[in-house]
């Protein structure tokens, strides 16, 4: 398969505690974008990168939140002291930024997240 | 910001019918417009997508129209199947950017 993969799919957690989920994007794709769904609505973007370099973050992404993507490939998405309203699914896409490409984002299956 | 509204929230259709559904966008500088399907546990899926220097597109059943004066684009499905029952998502961003969703809309084909 070699569409966006994201995992873990589903993590239950307590309140207080650290999760980190990790997002593989289409291989030769430079973008990689993170948004969080919550249910019964649209997703929300949180943040993108270009290869390594983090460009934009939403003001959703509060201080607790951090990304990385250290070589330009994967991504992770840390959340510290998680709070019940952390409880989402969060969604992950690529894309391909070029000169002949279309710039669709393709997204991946996502990470549900439930804080007790 | 951007700001994109769609309508309806809800659309139930018999199979065969025609279904729409509609957006709005705020932003004049939005150039990109598409739309996602939904199904339930999965991520969403692009189904069809059109830029601001098209008026319309086609892919089998499904069209997308865009009016950059009034700002709105609208999802039109043809020939409806149990299958398209989903939730439907139109976006908006400056291509490349981040993507900004409508609500959704779920959309129901009874047989």
């Known amino acids: 398969d070699t569409g966006v993969s994201q995992n873990p799919r589903h993590k239950i957690t307590k309140r207080g505690q650290n999760v980190t989920f990790r997002c593989d994007p289409i291989?030769?794709?430079?973008?990689l974008y993170w948004y969080r769904q919550t249910l019964g609505q649209g997703p929300e973007f949180l943040t993108y990168f270009q290869n390594e370099a983090q460009l934009e973050k939403s003001r959703l992404l509060s201080d607790r939140f951090s990304a990385e993507r250290p070589k330009g490939s994967f991504s992770t998405l840390e959340i510290q002291r998680t709070e019940q309203g952390d409880s989402a699914m969060y969604l992950c896409?690529?894309?391909?930024?070029?000169?002949?490409?279309?710039?669709?984002?393709?997204f991946g299956p996502g990470t549900r997240l439930t804080v007790l | 910001g951007e700001n994109v509204e769609q309508h309806p929230s809800t659309l139930s259709v018999q199979e065969g019918d025609s279904a729409v559904i509609k957006c709005t966008y705020s932003d004049s500088a939005s150039n990109y417009f598409p739309w996602y399907k939904q199904e339930l546990g999965k991520g969403p899926q692009l189904i069809i997508d059109i830029r601001s220097n098209v008026g319309e597109k086609k892919d089998q059943r499904i069209a997308v129209t865009l009016n950059k004066t009034a700002k709105h684009f609208s999802l039109h499905i043809t020939e409806t199947q149990p299958e398209d029952s989903a939730v439907y998502f139109c976006?908006?961003?400056?291509?490349?950017?981040?993507?900004?969703f409508g609500k959704g809309t779920t959309l129901s084909v009874s047989s």
């Open positions: 291989s030769e794709h430079n973008r």
């Open positions: 896409a690529s894309s391909l930024l070029g000169t002949y490409s279309h710039n669709e984002q393709f």
């Open positions: 976006a908006a961003n400056q291509a490349g950017t981040a993507l900004i």
